[in-house]
């Protein structure tokens, strides 16, 4: 069965700090992993995907099929990045399951 | 706004109750998704359509839950004989299946308080 786990549930580093939060799958076939973000009173919002191999707001993410994890990553944290973080996983583009999300604090 | 639109935004109602809760999602979208959050958890998914046809219910939809999306536009989630467990925030979400790089846009949610 597919699923996203993410191991913290509150994360909190200081401004200027690296960041990085985790998150780990299970699929038998070729996963779609994805990272959605929900800022303070705004909806929930793609931030970036393992296709793409982008960087969005200074985050980038490593798919790594050997441990099977997603960690979202950013080298220098920001106060505007707090917000509450998910990982999803695309099963043959059909569902998205969604980790239970990961709330980053950044401390000034 | 030309984002997923929800309706209503809060509903609380009587256990035993039958609620029902409205998606526009964005003209242009085939897929129409929806999903269940409760504190503490991520989104669950529910069931989603492609244009008018529903493609997958999740096994979380009891009975007590139907969706439809009648004209492949707007879709409607209703649930009979609410209770307390039903108490969550009802996410929609669309997406265009056609794009290279497929991504959900969700609505702000329905908050359901069954008392």
Same mark, same amino acid.
């Given at each position: 069965?597919?699923?996203v786990?993410?191991?913290?549930?509150?994360? /909190?580093?200081?401004?200027?700090?690296?960041?990085?939060?985790k *998150?780990n799958?299970?699929y /038998?076939?070729?996963?779609?992993?994805?990272w959605?973000?929900?800022y /303070?009173?705004?909806?929930?919002?793609?931030?970036?995907?393992?296709?793409?191999?982008?960087s969005?707001?200074?985050?980038?993410?490593?798919? +790594?099929k050997?441990?099977?994890?997603?960690?979202l990553?950013?080298?220098f944290?920001?106060?505007? @990045?707090?917000?509450?973080y998910?990982c999803?996983?695309?099963?043959?583009g &059909? =569902?998205?399951?969604?980790?239970?999300?990961t709330?980053?604090?950044?401390?000034? | @706004?030309?984002?997923?639109?929800? &309706?209503?935004?809060?509903?609380?109602?009587?256990?035993?109750q &039958?609620v029902?809760f409205? *998606?526009?999602?964005?003209?242009e979208? +085939?897929?129409?998704?929806?999903y269940r959050?409760?504190?503490?958890?991520?989104?669950?998914?529910?069931?989603?359509?492609? +244009?008018?046809?529903?493609?997958?219910? /999740?096994?979380?939809?009891? @009975?007590?839950?139907?969706a439809?999306?009648p004209?492949?536009?707007?879709?409607?989630?209703?649930?009979?004989?609410?209770? =307390?467990? @039903?108490s969550?925030?009802y996410? *929609?979400?669309?997406s265009?299946?056609?794009?290279?790089n497929?991504?959900?846009?969700?609505?702000?949610?329905?908050?359901?308080?069954?008392?």
């Amino acid at each position: 069965a597919q699923r996203v786990t993410q191991p913290e549930k509150l994360l /909190s580093v200081f401004k200027g700090a690296p960041v990085e939060l985790k *998150c780990n799958y299970s699929y /038998s076939g070729s996963p779609e992993l994805f990272w959605y973000v929900q800022y /303070s009173r705004q909806r929930l919002q793609l931030l970036l995907r393992h296709i793409s191999r982008e960087s969005i707001k200074g985050f980038t993410a490593d798919l +790594n099929k050997g441990e099977t994890s997603f960690h979202l990553k950013k080298p220098f944290a920001q106060e505007e @990045d707090s917000a509450m973080y998910y990982c999803a996983l695309s099963s043959g583009g &059909n =569902q998205f399951y969604f980790g239970t999300g990961t709330s980053l604090t950044v401390i000034p | @706004d030309t984002g997923v639109s929800q &309706n209503p935004r809060h509903k609380i109602t009587k256990r035993g109750q &039958n609620v029902t809760f409205r *998606c526009d999602p964005i003209s242009e979208h +085939n897929r129409l998704y929806w999903y269940r959050q409760t504190l503490g958890q991520g989104p669950e998914f529910l069931t989603y359509f492609q +244009n008018e046809a529903q493609l997958e219910k /999740s096994r979380l939809l009891s @009975d007590r839950f139907s969706a439809e999306r009648p004209k492949g536009s707007f879709s409607t989630l209703e649930i009979q004989r609410t209770e =307390q467990g @039903d108490s969550a925030m009802y996410l *929609c979400a669309s997406s265009d299946r056609g794009q290279p790089n497929e991504k959900l846009f969700f609505g702000s949610g329905t908050q359901l308080s069954v008392l």
